[in-house]
């Protein structure tokens, strides 16, 4: 739909105006970090922030929430959960927004997973360019995820006096609806955008040692590769990783019943692939018992099987898995001795085969 042209002064004033329409959430600095979190006025968020603790799928996919009550003294009455805040989501950084291109695919386009979609049809997603890396643990340029194309609402590129408003989509188009503090762009607006977007791409660096397309390759081959039972050994098992996932959805169903049998609840929340109880079934039987195999479940859904069934990889290299590890297990340093050890494994057998 084009550019439009923000001047900064009045982006605060665009928020204003956004508040008195929707929830409004954003990056909120706390303790030394950032979450995102619900804000009244411009100066609650920095969207000039590294990254947030949790991802902002949050807003999408809570961590616990109520899918249906019933009440079997009223004739087996059964209510789903509906009523959900038209929400915009402000600042959001890129690989982010993948990340929700990804759970979009899982829970809409794949089974309609209606509170899902509820919520994606009254959330608007605005986000902003990343122009130089958040931290050194992200490797988003790997993962292809540190500029997008699409999957926003409305996409603001800094321009240093003012900011490049890219509409994306129709809800995006309603978001400035109203509010006359946006203009035109001229040439020199688009000639400085390219000029932005060119000076970015050298401040971020290549942090795999082959290219991301050879990832599900590599997996395939590495399956009974030692290194899964090393990180096994050094894991706690405390599913921090999945917890600060973007990506990661996986949820227990339970229901909770009041004492007199008669009324209750259903309702989900997130789960881990890295608790020992996760892979548990009838019989006792766990088919992932070892810390070890869960690791390399962990990282063949990221690098695989996700883009074998979705046509998207699971990981968008936004690093937060790696900051918050407390034994340091990184998908950088995983993948990259994988192909370490595949690549000598190689060269031996090429030695061998040579001598023989």
Known sequence: MGFKILPKERISDWVAFLIQQYRVVGPCPRHGQHVFGEITTWEDMDIDYATSVIPPKKYLLPMEEDLFHFDVSEGGKVQIVRGH?????????????????????????????????????????????????????????????????????????????????????????????????????????????NQVMSEK?????????????????????????????????????????????????????????????KAGKRYRRADSCQLEEFASVAGGHNFRRQQGDRQRHRFFRKGKYQMETHNLMGCVGC???????????????????LYRRQHQAAKTAGIKEATS
């Open 319 to 337: 690093g937060r898995c790696a900051q918050q590890c407390l034994v340091n297990i990184t998908p950088v340093d995983t993948y990259n001795e």
């Open 201 to 261: 791409w050298p401040k971020f660096p290549m942090r795999l040692e082959f290219d991301v397309n050879e990832l599900p390759g590599l997996l395939e081959t590495s399956y009974e590769s030692p290194l899964w039972e090393e990180l096994g050994n050094r894991c706690l098992a405390c599913g921090t990783c999945t917890t600060v996932c973007p990506t990661c959805y996986c949820f227990d169903v339970s229901d909770e019943v009041d004492l007199k049998l």
């Open 85 to 193: 805040p038209k929400t915009v989501i402000f600042g959001m950084h890129t690989c982010d927004l993948h990340a929700i291109q990804l759970l979009d695919r899982v829970f809409v386009q794949d089974y309609n997973d209606q509170h899902y979609y509820e919520r994606r049809e009254d959330t608007f997603l605005v986000s902003i360019e990343c122009l130089k890396p958040c931290m050194p643990d992200s490797f988003c340029k790997d993962m292809g995820t540190f500029t997008v194309t699409d999957g926003y609402d409305i996409h603001l590129t800094d321009l240093g006096d003012s900011y490049a408003v890219d509409i994306g989509t129709l809800k995006g188009a309603m978001l400035l609806e109203g509010f006359g503090g946006v203009h035109e762009a001229s040439e020199e607006d688009y000639r400085l955008v």
